[in-house]
């Protein structure tokens, strides 16, 4: 088995802020994903990654970057916190590449509040 | 594009009754559709997933047929339990993108 650390677990910021988020995986999968989980709204794709240092933008990626320069780890970054952007982040992996129907295997979140 | 719909955003249920959560879903392609469970303070994790191969599939008594005429993937389970209490995501893929419909919570009372 393997399993994705998110770290923090809570991320609290001042509006106009740089904020990272940190994610980890042990699966040795190629792909990973950042996804935004907004209540009553489903999860919404923010960047994925099929391979270390490939970056790809999904539906959600304006006001975000992110990094993949490991296989393990992938790192997404909110360049300007904004008071509307409140949610919970959810970093997820996946063994082939997108393309392919395979299980996503999902951490267990960090919860952003800009104050 | 791909799209999933889940009406119901909300099921409130007694242990041992049937539970029936709606999803429908568009698509251009084959895709392949999920079900996916999240607990409180946790990730998504997969409950169960369905081909166009095989058209049906189950897990922990949860099922969900394929229904390519209709367009669903309904999910069911004859006899819930408190411990279901959850938020239940229908999930397609297609291509590189993994859609979530909205989420139906669940909430079982004993």
């Known amino acids: 088995g393997g399993i994705i650390t998110q770290t923090p677990k809570f991320l609290i910021g001042q509006e106009g802020q740089k904020l990272t988020l940190k994610c980890q995986q042990n699966?040795?999968?190629?792909?990973m994903y950042w996804y935004r989980q907004d209540s009553g709204k489903g999860l919404r794709l923010i960047y994925y990654?099929?391979?270390?240092?490939?970056?790809q933008k999904g539906d959600l990626s304006e006001g975000y970057d992110a990094s993949r320069e490991k296989k393990s780890s992938f790192s997404l970054t909110v360049t300007s916190a904004q008071k509307n952007e409140m949610a919970v982040f959810l970093c997820?992996?996946?063994?082939?590449?997108?393309?392919?129907?395979?299980?996503?295997?999902f951490g267990s979140g960090t919860r952003l509040t800009v104050l | 594009g791909n799209s999933v719909t889940q009406m119901q955003g909300q099921v409130t249920l007694s242990e041992e009754e049937f539970l029936f959560i709606n999803c429908t879903y568009s698509?251009?392609?084959?895709?392949?559709l999920f079900w996916y469970v999240q607990y409180p303070g946790e990730g998504p994790q997969l409950l169960l997933k369905?081909?166009?191969?095989?058209n049906k599939g189950s897990s922990r008594g949860f099922e969900a047929t394929y229904d390519k005429g209709t367009t669903s993937f309904h999910l069911q389970k004859a006899s819930v339990q408190e411990s279901d209490s959850a938020v239940y995501y229908c999930?397609?893929?297609?291509?590189?993108?993994?859609?979530f419909g909205s989420g139906t919570r669940l909430l079982v009372s004993p």
């Open positions: 997820a992996s996946s063994i082939e590449g997108t393309d392919s129907a395979e299980t996503l295997y």
């Open positions: 990654s099929i391979t270390e240092n490939d970056l």
């Open positions: 369905v081909t166009t191969a095989n």
């Open positions: 699966f040795n999968h190629d792909t």
């Open positions: 999930v397609l893929t297609g291509g590189y993108k993994v859609v």
């Open positions: 698509t251009t392609g084959y895709p392949t």
